[in-house]
């Protein structure tokens, strides 16, 4: 088909996720037929810079030989076998790897397709566990006001983002929201006010899902190890389990490999899925402590009832070892800090250049939210702002008005600089300059 055709079909048959069709707009579709590097290529072969890992997922960049042979190579074994009442290898060989890199304690993984799922997951074991201790007054959860934890019901109501979650609020269960900062300088009188949250609500609570460090979807906000650390050791200490949710920031995205480690605490439950196959396949692992296991021995109905199909699948479970073995043997880890510093550099005079039009700039690690200010009459200028760059050969997406960077780990420096510079000369066009 020629590009024409493409997106005709496309606009006959294809059902776009988070996309209004009414909008002209979605119609125009970029059709991207290969990759390479941190760059996608489009059906007439142009190439664009892939600003946000095609939604983060893309750690080591497209079509990494390492991982491309990995793939290759489990096709010559097996492509698919259920994990239920079966094993095999490498999904074992997997398992064995997170739990020896991700936080003290961690070490069942429990595998499923999305960070969704993972989520999912979580909030089912942590009810469950409770339950089965006996203490059966603990089903509520806590969560940040403004999260995003996925898009199945669990998750959704757990999650905070109105737009996305209102219209559903009649099948979901109540979650009780406490406030987090947008960025680290409103952070000491919230802690407060989320302590004494769960004071009210301790005994009643299952679990806490937090995103740690940055709420991504809800915008790039940001917080410091030091507002989250009090509020999950507390909540700890009142018998609720704690869910770290770094299906975003996990895989170096914060400057460290999990951001648990900057907060300085290991969850009960680790959910894990973006960056843990480079973007392949869809695979994703809710890890678990032994105690939560433990709490799952015993009767026929303490099993954990919940499964799906494509379970650990093993072409998925090949492209995350393959990623693993990226992150031990290359020293993508150590040169992070040097990528945020060029990005910080980069981005340090945008709200200097465009007064009236970036608001601020927040960032942890590689990841960035540059935070425009909209007049009333433009209602999508996060949106048009990443139309513009897009036809300066730069792929970004923009979360309301604030348009995020989180390129792959290992985009380099003048790659880096091309990202931001791209969103400045769009923003100094007289179009975008406020008036
Ligand atoms: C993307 C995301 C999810 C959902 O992952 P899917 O694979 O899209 O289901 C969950 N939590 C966070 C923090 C995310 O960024």
Redesign the pocket.
């Known amino acids: 088909m020629t590009r024409d055709q493409l997106v005709k079909t496309d606009n006959r048959h294809v059902w776009h996720p988070f996309t209004q069709h009414a909008d002209p707009e979605a119609s125009e579709h970029l059709v991207i037929a290969g990759g390479e590097g941190c760059e996608l290529i489009d059906v007439d072969g142009r190439r664009y810079l892939d600003g946000v890992s095609s939604l983060?997922v893309s750690v080591f960049g497209h079509r990494h030989p390492v991982v491309d042979a990995a793939v290759r190579k489990q096709l010559d074994a097996l492509a698919h076998s259920t994990m239920l009442g079966l094993t095999h290898p490498i999904a074992i060989e997997l398992a064995e790897r997170l739990a020896a890199i991700t936080p003290e304690g961690l070490n069942r993984v429990f595998y499923s397709d999305?960070?969704?799922?993972?989520?999912e997951v979580a909030l089912k074991m942590a009810f469950q566990w409770h339950q089965q201790q006996g203490d059966t007054r603990r089903n509520r959860f806590v969560a940040l006001r403004d999260a995003?934890?996925?898009?199945t019901i669990g998750?959704v109501s757990v999650g905070g983002i109105d737009l996305f979650h209102a219209v559903y609020r009649p099948l979901l269960f109540d979650a009780v929201h406490v406030e987090a900062p947008l960025h680290r300088e409103d952070e000491a009188a919230l802690v407060q006010r989320a302590l004494d949250t769960l004071e009210e609500v301790g005994d009643q609570v299952a679990a806490i899902v937090v995103?740690p460090l940055v709420q991504?979807?809800a915008g790039m906000r940001m917080h410091s190890p030091d507002f989250l650390r009090p509020i999950v050791q507390r909540a700890r200490d009142l018998g609720a389990l704690v869910v770290f949710?770094e299906?975003?920031?996990g895989f170096g995205r914060t400057g460290t490999l999990f951001a648990a480690e900057q907060v300085g605490f290991a969850p009960d439950f680790l959910?894990l899925?973006?960056g843990l196959t480079n973007g392949y396949l869809?695979l994703?692992v809710t890890m678990a402590t032994d105690r939560v296991f433990e709490g799952f021995l015993g009767p026929a109905e303490h099993t954990f009832f919940h499964g799906h199909t494509y379970t650990g699948n093993p072409l998925a479970c090949a492209a995350a070892l393959a990623t693993l073995d990226l992150f031990r043997d290359t020293d993508v880890m150590a040169r992070l800090a040097g990528n945020a510093a060029v990005l910080r550099d980069a981005c340090a005079s945008l709200v200097a250049r465009h007064p009236g039009r970036v608001r601020e700039v927040r960032q942890t690690g590689t990841m960035v939210g540059i935070d425009l200010v909209a007049r009333p009459d433009e209602p999508r200028l996060g949106r048009e702002v990443v139309l513009a760059c897009r036809e300066r050969g730069v792929i970004l997406r923009n979360l309301g008005d604030v348009v995020v960077l989180m390129p792959p780990l290992v985009m380099p420096h003048d790659q880096l600089r091309a990202l931001v510079a791209a969103v400045d000369t769009v923003l100094a066009s007289p179009r975008f300059t406020p008036t």
């Open positions: 983060w999305s960070g969704s799922t993972a989520v995003y934890h996925g898009d998750s995103e991504g979807a949710d299906v975003a920031v959910c899925a973006k869809p994703a």
